[in-house]
Nanobody, 116 residues
């Protein structure tokens, strides 16, 4: 499985919004877990948001109320809508899929910079 990340990253001002998307090379199955991670300079990769089996959604505390994760299984697309962006959201963002069988796939990162 491979990912193709669409345009969506880039430079935004604090308080702005950005939408990230990744398209997988196959349909997303209901039992697949789809997750967004991010990695800031000098820091370890961090879980941001995820959709796991049965559609359960979870977010890291720092983005709750601001970010929304979603996916279109038939179109093999996963999304991360980011609102009210803060400078501390600056990072390289990665999409990730873990299949029901346990296979782990990563998309290429996209840079998000929040700055005036």
């Amino acid at each position: 499985l491979r990912f193709s990340c669409r345009l969506g990253g880039g430079l935004v001002q604090p308080g702005g919004s950005l939408r990230l998307s990744c398209v997988a090379s196959r349909s997303i199955f209901s039992n697949d877990a789809t997750v967004w991670y991010r990695q800031a300079p000098g820091k370890e990769r961090e879980w941001v948001a995820g959709i796991v089996s049965a559609g359960y959604i979870t977010y890291t505390d720092s983005v709750k109320g601001r970010f929304t994760i979603s996916r279109d299984n038939a179109k093999a697309t996963m999304f991360l809508q980011m609102n009210s962006l803060k400078p501390e959201d600056t990072a390289v963002y990665y999409c990730n899929l873990v299949s029901y069988s346990g296979m782990n796939y990563w998309g290429k990162g996209t840079q998000v910079t929040v700055s005036s």
